[in-house]
């Protein structure tokens, strides 16, 4: 499948030895791009992005101008030593088959500005770079909450709250009609959603704002704030960025 002439990996059986370790990446010669933000993010996408599945993904139908790609990590335990192994080595007790691997999510979203509800960025005025020319896209670069990621993010009716089967635009307890602002409300709440762990947003000019940081205290299982922060810091120097505001973040 390709989306805006990138072809992109089919979701597949995740063999969790092949993922990059969430506490390190990048790692390796990966850590060297020296191209502009826009074409690093194209890159980054088009090594590593799966598409996600289709519970889990923000509706075409409610957002045709948000693109969503999945980024899948192991956290921490080295790559399986064994050929063919497909689990990180982590061991569980004597006699009993190792624990499942943790796997974290990086939801990124790629937002076409020119038919978003919002041209001008808000954070940008705070901040004093409204000056800056309005960019064709930004990215959100999103994981969400333990709670979040498990729930899938169904979509629910507008008039009353009851889940909606994918991709379907009317209720089928109350026989309400989504409207196509109901549809893209829905949309904007899944991007600002207050429980995710993470949420950046960055200009294709390179410059962005860390929005939100959680960790354990904010929902996470097994992630601390400094591991999600050091993951941000790590992540934004791959890419390149050039610069990013954090007044805004919050955790």
Request: one cysteine or more.
């Amino acid at each position: 499948m390709v989306v805006n002439g990138r072809p992109l990996k089919r979701a597949k059986k995740r063999v969790t030895a092949d993922l990059c370790d969430f506490l390190t990446f990048p790692a390796g010669a990966e850590a060297g791009l020296v191209g502009p933000f826009r074409a690093n993010v194209r890159a980054f996408l088009s090594r590593h992005a799966r598409l996600p599945p289709p519970s889990s993904v923000l509706s075409p139908t409610a957002a045709p101008h948000l693109l969503t790609w999945r980024v899948s990590f192991r956290v921490g335990g080295p790559k399986g030593d064994g050929e063919g192994d497909e689990e990180p080595g982590r061991k569980g007790e004597e006699g009993s088959p190792p624990p499942p691997p943790l796997i974290v999510d990086l939801d990124v979203v790629e937002e076409d500005v020119a038919r978003s509800r919002s041209v001008y960025c808000d954070q940008c005025r705070v901040v004093g770079w409204s000056g800056h020319p309005v960019c064709g896209k930004r990215y959100h670069f999103i994981i969400r909450s333990d709670s979040s990621a498990a729930s899938h993010v169904n979509q629910t009716c507008a008039r009353c709250g009851s889940l909606l089967q994918d991709f379907d635009t009317r209720c089928t307890v109350c026989s309400y009609e989504m409207s196509a602002d109901d549809l893209e409300d829905w949309a904007y709440l899944q991007l600002g959603d207050s429980t995710h762990l993470l949420h950046g947003v960055i200009h294709t000019n390179g410059y962005g704002h860390l929005l939100r940081v959680n960790g354990r205290e904010g929902g996470s299982k097994f992630l601390t704030g400094r591991d999600v922060m050091g993951f941000w810091d790590r992540l934004c120097k791959m890419l390149c960025v050039s610069l990013v505001d954090v007044n805004g973040a919050a955790g």
